[in-house]
């Protein structure tokens, strides 16, 4: 897993959690906008970095 800038990762047993904020950024619509961009970033690195990373088409 990378390091992606801006994210904290966490490992336990089961995988890997990657938190992009602990801040609630649903109160403002600019915060979550610039929250949703952060993301995608932030998915972008994972999925051109990470051979680990799937897209599910149906989740369960």
């Known amino acids: ?3 992606v800038d801006g994210f ?3 490992q336990d047993e089961k995988g ?3 938190i992009a904020t602990r801040e609630d950024f649903t109160q403002s619509k ?3 906008f610039a929250m949703k961009e952060k993301l995608i ?3 972008k690195v994972l999925k051109n970095t ?3 990373y799937t897209e599910l088409q149906n989740p369960a």
């Open 1 to 3: 897993m990378p390091t």
């Open 8 to 10: 904290e990762i966490i």
């Open 16 to 18: 890997q959690y990657i």
């Open 30 to 32: 600019e915060d979550f």
């Open 41 to 43: 970033d932030g998915m």
């Open 50 to 52: 990470c051979k680990e």
